[in-house]
């Protein structure tokens, strides 16, 4: 019994001895996390456990005996940092892990937990986003508040952001941004703080469509929150009509490094046509690391959360730290599996306030040695800190969203040692490849402004006509169907930009042209000074080249860079032409204003009254003179009211009448009359011509005063275009700029089709000023009801415009002088100008309809026309009138009448009486009264 006893201790001793060797020379990690640290089971476990297995593989790590071993926490969150610490304070006490990898989700209203606890015991490795000049000795993988606060000043810079909305998830996320936010006032910057709603993301981006500014910078603690925020933004974007802020007239920077967005959302992203920027932190595969079993499904490595990419590198650096503390023994003489866990155990948390102690572990990572993980360069100073990372940036719309902007490092000098290259940049951020174009597609910015850029399938829809024409010059391409690229566009700049292709030297001009999202040329806010529309793509570094007909001006040349120009211009303006004006028929009334018809009426009527009361009342006018039997009776109504109202109108037209005032009163006022008829004819037809030829003026516009000094005729341009910006700068157009402000009528249209419809409305009381080659363009085309007068108000260059200092403007310049000097230029010119204008009906008319323009037209002598009409139905109406009156008042009845009247009066018979019936009489003498009658 004794031997089987002892048999039986021994084997329990040999027991415990294998259980303790086995630990010999192995180190423990531990991960203390909440349930909600992994969406699909244990996830951070399961990285963690892969990272220590790749760790264990890599025996240049750590060699043999030596091992890694993991352990879990407890998984219950709490809610008091107390309570946290404490827990994890007594796993440290009992475990005695060599490292801790802490997870936020222990302690949700916990702030920086991992730095709280790194004061108690260290090594702390914290995967979350940190807090802003907190004073963490935490190994931070995600890199520091501070130094992400200057790289997101140096993104605002790059891009020229002056006003943008925050929008974030918590308060912990503006925190992060107190180094930003430190920098607003210095910048000028316009910053509105938006939270996103978790219950209501619809509701939140909604409310970023009515701030003022167009970008958003999206930035969450939660990484799954900004997914959420850019998937609803996708689903709104999609509604009939499209919802929201994700769009082509947003952009947006995505702030969280590496947000894990799998490649097909990213195509969905494309189709929104938002301009958006994201970052990676960038990495080289220089040593072949394990990816994560759980994440095997995944479609790339980029499709993995941030945090658990910094789980898997915060195991791999406490593997290299490990590897170097057995190398440095192994120098000291010391090896075997008594150097692990040796010194790199935890120390106890202190049960009093102090500082922790490091021990030899903390300062293998602190030495600042880095290697490539999954999140790149991986190293720390004597802080903590992440140092000696490269974040990498991707931008564009579209199919540009993956293009490669530039690289941001966090130490320029420990990348130039090694790439063994210069960092071509003065400060941490470099877009010099980006720049310069190389190795990747041009992104070109361009406006529909025809015949320079319009789409291809509003061409087809609009303009039969002119598309048989481009399928003769374009057999190449399809005229119907679905464009995609570069083909979507036709027009003179598309053909500019392939023969600048087939000329420049230097680069490989491979380019994307897309539309401004918000349809400007450019122009600064007037309190802002935000450049919009192509300048401002170009100055945010949306663009590389702006295309179109952008008129070069000195406020430009502050901004941008131009090239050498390919086209003069100038404005000049667009009005109805005079054949389609329809004139007011009575304006042939207008030379005198209705008061002075008014005086002339009265005085007409004065004139006929004063005639009527002398002939009435004065002895010597033909009534008196009549009633004396000096003349015939009939004479006396020579100036009655019938004879005087016809004296005058007759004179009033230099024509004779068939009597005249016969007393000296009479004739005074008479010649009175004559003077002020002759007067007021002669006023009168001096002032007709011009209101006759009203619709006629502006054909013979010559200069700028002829405009200047128009008072019934409105000039307007659209708002924001070129031909705006132009006389809002130039100060020799200051006049003009002063009047259409100070007007009260709105003169100012919205884009060049409501211009050119404005004036087609107007019946030639409107004119649009704008840059003369689009203008002449819209006068070549049909209906022909428009025309391009006058000299040049102003005159520019078209030039395309690119970022300060880019070497693109040397090249694209080159390029159109070979263009220039071969004649391509003047051979575009004919094309897209000249030869459409032969071909178009406006070019083929007659000479009387060219003269149409200033000769005098049916519709000019409309109101002469209709005043004869009136006359004749006034005739007719008064022939109607007597010859009613005839039959029913006057015929035989009166005709008797005036018989019998006749043979008693005025008659002597042949014996000298008077009498009647045939002259027999009384017998009696005549009088010598009744001889007198007789003359």
């Known amino acids: ?44 476990g399961t990285i963690i456990r892969d990272a220590i297995n790749r760790v264990k593989n890599n025996r240049t790590l750590i060699p043999e005996p030596h091992g890694m071993n993991y352990f879990q926490g407890d998984t219950k969150p709490v809610n008091a940092v107390y309570t946290a610490i404490e827990d994890i304070c007594d796993m440290i006490n009992a475990q005695r892990p060599s490292a801790l990898i802490v997870l936020g989700d222990k302690c949700p209203d916990c702030e920086d937990l991992s730095g709280v606890i790194s004061h108690g015991s260290n090594p702390v490795f914290g995967v979350d986003v940190g807090s802003f000049e907190s004073g963490s000795k935490a190994f931070k993988m995600y890199p520091a508040p501070e130094d992400m606060s200057n790289f997101f ?68 603690i939660d990484e799954s929150l900004c997914k959420e925020v850019l998937e609803k933004g996708y689903d709104m974007n999609n509604e009939n009509p499209p919802q929201g802020s994700l769009n082509s007239r947003y952009t947006w920077i995505l702030g969280n490094l590496d947000l894990s967005l799998p490649e097909q959302f990213k195509d969905q992203l494309e189709s929104t046509n938002a301009y958006m920027t994201y970052f990676t932190m960038n990495f080289t595969r220089e040593y072949q690391y394990t990816i994560p079993s759980a994440k095997s499904s995944y479609d790339s490595i980029y499709s993995f959360p941030m945090r658990e990419k910094l789980a898997f590198d915060a195991v791999l650096a406490i593997g290299h730290a490990l590897g170097r503390f057995v190398k440095r023994k192994a120098e000291q003489g010391q090896t075997g ?4 866990p040796g010194d790199t155990q935890m120390l106890t948390c ?120 481009q399928e003769y010059r374009y057999r190449r391409q399809s005229s119907t169907g679905q464009y995609t690229g570069n083909g979507r566009y036709e027009g003179y700049i598309m053909e500019l930009l392939e023969r600048i292709r087939s000329v420049i030297r230097g680069i490989d001009f491979e ?5 401004v999202p918000d349809g400007k040329f450019g122009a600064p806010g007037m309190y802002s000074r935000i450049w919009n529309g192509m300048v401002g793509e170009v ?62 009426g009265f005085v007409f009527g004065m004139a006929t009254l004063l005639l009527v009361l002398f002939n009435h009342f004065n002895p010597y006018e ?41 007393s000296n009163a009479g004739r005074c006022i008479a010649g009175f009359w004559w003077l002020y008829v002759i007067i007021m004819i002669f006023l009168y037809l001096t002032n007709l011509s011009f209101f006759v030829n009203n619709t006629k003026r502006f054909a013979f516009f010559e200069d700028t005063g002829d405009l200047k000094a128009e008072k019934r ?211 009696k003498k005549e009088n010598k009264g009744d001889a007198n009658m007789w003359i």
């Open 153 to 220: 000043i140096d993104i605002l810079h790059y891009f020229k952001w002056r006003a943008f909305t925050l929008l974030v998830d918590s308060g912990d996320a503006f925190v992060n941004f107190q180094g930003v936010m430190s920098e607003v006032k210095a910048n000028d910057w316009n910053v509105t703080v938006l939270a996103i709603d978790p219950d209501d993301i619809e509701g939140t981006l909604v409310k970023t469509t009515t701030a003022k500014s167009k970008n958003i910078l999206l930035y969450c």
């Open 511 to 515: 380019y994307e042209v897309e539309l």
């Open 622 to 662: 033909w009534k008196a003179v009549a009633e004396k039997r000096e003349t015939m009776e009939e004479n006396g109504k020579n100036m009655n009211l019938k004879n005087s109202l016809w004296f005058c109108a007759s004179t009033l037209f230099l024509q004779s009448s068939d009597s005249s005032p016969r």
């Open 350 to 469: 202190p049960t009093a306030v102090g500082k922790a102690s490091p021990n030899d572990l903390t300062e293998e990572l602190m030495n600042g040695h880095g290697f490539e993980g999954m999140t790149g360069n991986v190293a720390f100073d004597e802080n903590g800190n992440r140092v000696n990372y490269t974040i990498t940036i991707f931008s564009g719309r579209g199919d540009t969203l993956r293009q490669l902007r530039g690289e941001w490092t966090q130490n320029p000098a420990y990348l130039e040692d090694r790439r063994g290259e210069d960092w071509q940049s003065p400060g941490n951020l470099n877009t010099t490849a980006f720049r310069i174009a190389k190795d990747r597609k041009i992104r070109i910015v361009s406006i529909e402004v025809p015949p320079f850029v319009y789409l291809r399938e509003k061409l087809v829809q609009s303009n039969k006509d002119r598309i048989r024409y």
């Open 539 to 600: 100055v945010r570094g949306k663009a590389d080249v702006a295309a179109g007909p952008l008129t070069v001006t000195t406020s430009r040349k502050k901004a941008v860079d131009f090239s050498y120009p390919f086209m003069s211009a100038g404005i000049q303006a667009l009005i109805l032409h005079p054949n389609y004006v329809q004139p007011d028929p009575f304006r042939i009334i207008y030379p005198f204003t209705i008061e002075v018809w008014a005086l002339n």
């Open 713 to 923: 005729i409105k000039y307007g341009t659209v708002k924001g275009d070129n031909t705006f910006h132009v006389m809002k700068t130039t100060p020799s157009l200051n006049g003009f700029w002063h009047k259409m402000n100070n007007d009260h009528a709105n003169v100012y249209v919205a884009n060049m089709r409501e211009g050119v419809q404005r004036v087609r409305d107007s019946n030639g009381k409107y004119v649009l000023l704008g840059d003369s080659p689009e203008l002449r363009y819209i006068a070549s085309e049909k209906p022909c009801d428009v025309k391009v007068v006058g000299e040049y108000l102003y005159r520019g260059q078209y030039a395309f415009a690119v970022a300060k200092d880019s070497p693109l403007a040397e090249h694209i310049s080159g390029a159109i002088e070979a263009l220039r000097d071969n004649g391509v230029l003047e051979d575009l010119v004919r094309d897209w100008w000249d030869l459409e204008d032969r071909r178009s009906r406006c070019h083929n008319l007659t000479r009387w309809e060219r003269s149409g323009a200033y000769a005098m037209q049916v519709n000019d002598l409309a109101g002469i026309y209709y005043m004869l009409a009136i006359g004749i139905l006034c005739a007719f109406i008064a022939f109607i009138v007597e010859y009613v009156y005839y039959k029913c008042v006057g015929g035989d009845k009166g005709k008797s009448k005036r018989a019998s009247g006749n043979s008693n009066v005025g008659f002597k018979g042949s014996n000298g009486m008077s009498g009647g019936n045939g002259g027999g009489g009384t017998g």
């Open 1 to 44: 019994m004794l031997s089987t006893s002892i048999k039986i201790l021994w084997a329990l001793l040999l027991v415990e001895l294998h259980i303790h060797g086995g630990n010999a020379g192995s180190v423990k990690i531990g991960g203390f996390y909440g349930d909600s640290g992994g969406t699909i089971g244990d996830e951070f």
């Open 337 to 340: 599996a008594a150097v692990l």
